[in-house]
């Protein structure tokens, strides 16, 4: 059983560990329900801005990511939307049918690798459970007086949540479910490219894509998108074994083809807090001191690939003989 405990900060990637209870369960659409989440004690959780996430581990072992969708002036509630996967593989399943008020979650976070930047207008687009990060950067854009729309679909109307909260907002969203109107019109929501505006999308991997290639002739950094599922990737640039040096601990550890840096690391006894394991959260972004990675995850920008100075070791690999990290 989990116990209370304080928070604490761990730099970079804010509360390491801690518990939270789980207050209010509601169920906010056909397969989605909503979890508010307090501290044991009632006392403060830590701040977040929009598109943060938290890291949730349940009493089954499971450590699923969520993206916080309640009040970012709330310090003392968190909340947070849950899909039920048809394919689950125990973390969304639990969530749905044995979790309930009372109950208390391990939390990691908050986390965010979606931040909302400031512009003149905004243009979000979300499908399905991509709703959820969205919702806080409107309520942000509403605060600053910027321009902003909304594009949101879903496979059909009943299984699109927060539809009642994005009413009172009329004709800046529309709603536009998969059986009334087909896919979505990408094209004619975001209009001609120009300047001052960002884009905002979070959803499945076809709706990111085709937002890709909707946004091609806009300007560069234009388009912010969040996966829940990893971007596909090609092969790895080596096929070899490279070694991995620790600055900190002194230590160096091959990595062979058959496994990731993370395990390698844990199989020599380095823990590296870890999350998603897939590239996505970001939990386990580790400083690189020097070398080349061979980077495979789906949060890092071109900019910041080129520039070599962190690597996410639970997917990502080396193009050089050697990394040295700052573990």
């Not at 056909?30 to 801005?49: E, N, Y």
């Not at 640039?237 to 690391?265: H, I, K, N, Q, Y």
Request: charged share 20%; proline share 6%.
């Amino acid at each position: 059983m989990l116990t209370a405990e304080p928070f604490q900060q761990t730099g970079r990637t804010g509360v390491d560990r801690t518990v939270v209870r789980v207050t209010e369960k509601v169920r906010v659409a056909d397969g989605v329900v909503t979890l508010t989440l307090t501290a044991p004690d009632g006392g403060r959780l830590p701040d977040w801005a929009p598109g943060a996430h938290v890291d949730l581990t349940l009493d089954n072992g499971l450590t699923r990511q969520y993206s916080l969708c309640g009040d970012r002036w709330d310090a003392h509630t968190y909340r947070v939307g849950v899909l039920l996967e048809p394919a689950s593989r125990g973390g969304s399943r639990h969530v749905h049918e044995l979790l309930e008020p009372g109950h208390t979650v391990g939390l990691g976070g908050p986390r965010n690798n979606f931040p909302l930047v400031p512009a003149e207008s905004y243009l979000f687009v979300a499908g399905g459970i991509g709703i959820t990060p969205i919702l806080p950067m409107i309520a942000q854009a509403e605060l600053l007086g910027a321009d902003w729309r909304l594009l949101y679909g879903g496979r059909q109307r009943s299984s699109m949540a927060f539809l009642d909260e994005l009413a009172v907002h009329g004709d800046r969203v529309q709603v536009r479910p998969q059986d009334e109107h087909g896919l979505l019109d990408l094209a004619g929501f975001l209009g001609t490219p120009r300047p001052g505006t960002r884009i905002y999308s979070c959803g499945p991997g076809p709706l990111l894509a085709a937002m890709e290639a909707a946004c091609a002739g806009w300007p560069a950094r234009t388009l912010h998108t969040e996966r829940f599922v990893a971007a596909e990737q090609g092969a790895p640039v080596r096929t070899t074994a490279f070694d991995v040096e620790l600055t900190r601990s002194g230590r160096t550890v091959t990595v062979t083809p058959d496994v990731s840096v993370l395990e390698a690391l844990g199989t020599a006894g380095v823990e590296v807090l870890s999350s998603c394991r897939q590239g996505t959260c970001g939990t386990c972004e580790t400083t690189v001191l020097a070398g080349v990675p061979d980077h495979r995850d789906s949060l890092l920008d071109d900019a910041e690939r080129a520039a070599g100075d962190c690597m996410y070791p639970c997917v990502s690999r080396s193009c050089s003989d050697r990394l040295v990290l700052d573990l």
